[in-house]
Nanobody, 124 residues
């Protein structure tokens, strides 16, 4: 299971840190990703991190503002979001890559377990 938390209401320019706690010892052997879904829109890729934590990849819209990281000892993945904009408003989901020690993926189809989502609202 994946449990996302840390969402909330923040003013434009502010910061939030999302967390995704994973149960199960093997979770550290999988890439992890963050996606987001705004009202009336599809769920889009935000960021992903390799199982080792060495490689990361970001959507262009969040690059240089968001940072994904992981603590495998705690089975937790983080998304630090800085310089937030109203267009970042969405429900944010964490997801587990489908392949053990697999590569970073940006496609939703490459993830097999999803957290319940946490709402981030950025006011202007």
């Amino acid at each position: 299971q994946l449990q996302a938390s840390g969402g909330g209401l923040v003013q434009a320019g502010g910061s939030l840190r999302l967390s995704c706690a994973a149960s199960g010892r093997a979770r550290s052997m999988y890439a992890m990703g963050w996606f987001r879904q705004a009202p009336g829109k599809e769920r889009d890729f935000v960021a992903a991190i390799s199982w080792s934590g060495y490689y990361t990849y970001y959507a262009e819209s969040v690059k240089s503002r968001f940072t994904i990281s992981r603590d495998n000892a705690k089975n937790t993945v983080y998304l630090q979001m800085n310089s937030l904009k109203p267009e970042d408003t969405a429900v944010y989901y964490c997801a587990k890559g489908a392949d053990r020690r697999g590569p970073i993926e940006t496609s939703r189809q490459k993830y097999d377990y999803w957290g319940q989502g946490t709402l981030v609202t950025v006011s202007s």
